[in-house]
């Protein structure tokens, strides 16, 4: 099993840019599908950026497609997400999630394992 484990969160103006990293423990992870979803006060949790575990193919939620650059380390069981041109919207905890297989799911529900979460403030 996959267990994540997110850093990098902080507080950034508008249009700044924060980089969040995933630390996945577990032998799985070179074949397991990670993912960063996102969840706003109030809000449900929604799909941000994923990436199978073939390299180069990432998938992005339309709110962030341009903006976020996801990609992974596999010799280093890293996840990260590049983030820029951040806006006040994108204000979330930003979660790291691991699924088995490949195949980018974008709901909750396709992902097995979580981390606590990171949380994301962008001031306007």
């Known amino acids: 099993q996959v267990l994540p484990v997110e850093s990098g969160g902080g507080l950034v103006q508008a249009g700044g840019s924060l980089r969040l990293s995933c630390a996945a423990s577990?032998?799985?992870?070179?074949?397991?599908?990670m993912a960063w979803f996102r969840q706003a006060p109030g809000k449900e949790r929604e799909f941000a950026a994923g990436?199978?575990?073939?390299?180069?193919?990432?998938y992005y939620a339309d709110s962030v497609k341009g903006r976020f650059t996801i990609s992974r380390d596999n010799a280093k069981n890293m996840v990260y997400l590049q983030m820029d041109s951040l806006k006040p919207e994108d204000t979330a905890v930003y979660y790291c999630?691991?699924?088995?297989?490949?195949?980018?799911?974008?709901?909750?529900?396709?992902?097995?394992?979580w981390g606590q979460g990171t949380q994301v403030t962008v001031s306007s």
């Open positions: 999630a691991a699924r088995r297989g490949d195949g980018v799911g974008r709901l909750v529900s396709d992902y097995g394992s």
């Open positions: 577990g032998r799985a992870f070179i074949i397991s599908t």
């Open positions: 990436i199978s575990w073939i390299p180069g193919s990432t």
